[in-house]
């Protein structure tokens, strides 16, 4: 413990919730940098065999299916120096709009994944938190760059989904008495997108819509909800910038800082895909989520040097590309409204 920086190289690492899209990505990451052993965790609920299976591919890779649910199994699985905590009942929108309730078990699932951490010995833990829980009153009054500090006088985070991810934050300050018994580091991922990601997330169903030719294109809300789409690889980058640099105890934003109303998204997607409709109509009676979530990301560029790399025009040429050669139009056609709002 102590002093700034955390080496990954020959480390054993077990990701909770491995086999997410952002997990995928994450793995690949730790790969290159030459981590001894990677175990993933994931009960395949949300996450998808085929990221498992292709990473399986390296013989320092290994698949626990295991529900973090049970805090047995969770302290049977979770023992490395490194833990990654990336595993939710999550979705976009179309998801913890509708289906609130079941991002209840996110507080048993960040409980178990800290004590069985902290009971196993875990030298650096990682926490995929989220941009939702910050006040929704600032996120109600136009743009308003979120910043780290903004939660010190205002509880009010979106929904049970942001409530728990909230949780999880105040229980680790707590349980390791912020970082003096287990480094910690706190990401607050802001509205990430890229290849492998589920279409309940809104860039992929807004991709979705035009891959099988949507015509009126539906689009949720009156299409003004300002977002920091936030590009994956970017995502990873931010991650292992704040593991591998940062002190014993940090809590930073994870993002990008282009601010993009989902109509501007809409009409990039239109032009790099080549599909237009005849017609766009808005549907305000679909959850919508606050009028602007974006991040100040000045922290990371001023303790860390970190910023994004990835514009959201190039991310979303390279999200494209990947979605029209591997998905299926006629099953993406026949499942779309499944595909928008369920996991």
């Given at each position: 413990?102590?002093?700034?920086?955390?080496?990954?190289?020959?480390?054993?690492?077990?990701?909770?919730?491995?086999?997410?899209?952002?997990?995928?990505?994450?793995?690949?990451?730790?790969?290159?940098?030459?981590?001894?052993?990677?175990?993933?965790?994931?009960?395949?609920?949300?996450?998808?065999?085929?990221?498992?299976?292709?990473?399986?591919?390296?013989?320092?890779?290994?698949?626990?299916?295991?529900?973090?649910?049970?805090?047995?199994?969770?302290?049977?699985?979770?023992?490395?120096?490194?833990?990654?905590?990336?595993?939710?009942?999550?979705?976009?929108?179309?998801?913890?709009?509708?289906?609130?309730?079941?991002?209840?078990?996110?507080?048993?699932?960040?409980?178990?994944?800290?004590?069985?951490?902290?009971?196993?010995?875990?030298?650096?833990?990682?926490?995929?938190?989220?941009?939702?829980?910050?006040?929704?009153?600032?996120?109600?009054?136009?743009?308003?760059?979120?910043?780290?500090?903004?939660?010190?006088?205002?509880?009010?985070?979106?929904?049970?989904?942001?409530?728990?991810?909230?949780?999880?934050?105040?229980?680790?300050?707590?349980?390791?008495?912020?970082?003096?018994?287990?480094?910690?580091?706190?990401?607050?991922?802001?509205?990430?997108?890229?290849?492998?990601?589920?279409?309940?997330?809104?860039?992929?169903?807004?991709?979705?819509?035009?891959?099988?030719?949507?015509?009126?294109?539906?689009?949720?809300?009156?299409?003004?909800?300002?977002?920091?789409?936030?590009?994956?690889?970017?995502?990873?980058?931010?991650?292992?910038?704040?593991?591998?640099?940062?002190?014993?105890?940090?809590?930073?934003?994870?993002?990008?800082?282009?601010?993009?109303?989902?109509?501007?998204?809409?009409?990039?997607?239109?032009?790099?895909?080549?599909?237009?409709?005849?017609?766009?109509?808005?549907?305000?009676?679909?959850?919508?989520?606050?009028?602007?979530?974006?991040?100040?990301?000045?922290?990371?560029?001023?303790?860390?040097?970190?910023?994004?790399?990835?514009?959201?025009?190039?991310?979303?040429?390279?999200?494209?590309?990947w979605y029209w050669q591997t998905k299926d139009r006629d099953y993406v056609r026949a499942n779309l409204q499944k595909l928008l709002t369920e996991r």
């Amino acid at each position: 413990m102590g002093g700034m920086g955390y080496e990954l190289r020959d480390k054993r690492v077990v990701i909770a919730g491995g086999a997410s899209f952002i997990s995928f990505h994450l793995s690949q990451a730790l790969l290159e940098r030459g981590v001894r052993e990677l175990v993933l965790v994931d009960n395949l609920e949300s996450g998808k065999e085929e990221n498992v299976k292709e990473l399986l591919r390296d013989k320092r890779v290994r698949f626990e299916k295991v529900d973090l649910r049970d805090g047995g199994k969770a302290r049977e699985v979770l023992r490395g120096e490194v833990v990654f905590h990336m595993a939710a009942v999550h979705g976009g929108r179309g998801f913890i709009g509708w289906h609130d309730a079941e991002c209840v078990d996110n507080f048993l699932i960040d409980r178990n994944v800290v004590m069985a951490s902290l009971s196993n010995g875990v030298e650096q833990f990682f926490f995929a938190s989220s941009g939702c829980v910050y006040p929704l009153r600032l996120q109600r009054q136009g743009v308003y760059p979120l910043r780290e500090e903004d939660l010190d006088s205002d509880f009010n985070p979106d929904g049970v989904y942001g409530m728990a991810k909230l949780a999880a934050e105040v229980l680790l300050a707590l349980k390791t008495e912020k970082g003096k018994k287990m480094r910690v580091a706190i990401g607050r991922l802001f509205t990430v997108y890229g290849e492998r990601a589920l279409e309940n997330h809104a860039v992929m169903g807004l991709i979705a819509k035009a891959f099988v030719g949507m015509d009126p294109y539906v689009i949720w809300g009156k299409g003004n909800q300002v977002r920091n789409w936030t590009y994956v690889k970017d995502i990873v980058a931010g991650i292992l910038t704040v593991v591998e640099r940062g002190s014993d105890w940090e809590v930073v934003n994870i993002g990008s800082e282009e601010q993009t109303p989902i109509r501007e998204a809409v009409e990039l997607i239109f032009e790099l895909s080549g599909f237009r409709p005849k017609k766009v109509v808005f549907d305000e009676k679909k959850p919508v989520g606050p009028v602007a979530r974006v991040a100040d990301i000045s922290l990371m560029k001023e303790k860390f040097g970190w910023q994004p790399k990835w514009s959201f025009r190039e991310g979303l040429e390279r999200t494209l590309r990947w979605y029209w050669q591997t998905k299926d139009r006629d099953y993406v056609r026949a499942n779309l409204q499944k595909l928008l709002t369920e996991r």
